[in-house]
């Protein structure tokens, strides 16, 4: 299994946890036990399912956890969607998160598929 930490995916998660983090700082203040820590919880699990699945030491277990990951990473779009709606974040931080979780998502799917060959 490779290093997790020198995975593209694992290093762009991270960049992206702390844009959440930063982004949800301006929730409102009664969002701390709701929205705002739901979406850091995803997006965090992003990153912990890799490195989780990298320490498995199995390529079946290890797309399975990439797939939780991936997973995760949908949810945070869910939640941002939710956030958009709410109007918690602008559209251009909506659209730049959401770029950045599509992103993932392409290299999550790609490892995944360079891991079943």
């Known amino acids: 299994m490779p290093n997790f930490q020198q ?11 702390k844009e959440i983090y930063q982004v949800t700082k301006k929730y409102p203040s009664d969002e701390k036990f709701g929205l705002i820590d739901q979406v850091r919880r995803a997006a965090v699990s992003i990153t912990a399912n890799i490195a989780e699945g990298c320490g498995r030491y199995h390529s079946k277990d290890f797309t399975q956890f990439l797939r939780i990951a991936r997973g995760s990473s949908y949810e945070v779009v869910a939640l941002l969607d939710v956030s958009l709606n709410l109007e918690y974040i602008s559209k251009k931080e909506y659209d730049g998160l959401l770029i950045k979780a599509d992103r993932i998502n392409k290299m999550l799917n790609g490892l995944i598929n360079s891991i079943k060959k």
Request: glycine fraction near 0%; hydrophobic fraction near 35%.
């Open 7 to 17: 995975l593209d995916v694992y290093k762009i998660s991270q960049e992206y946890i």
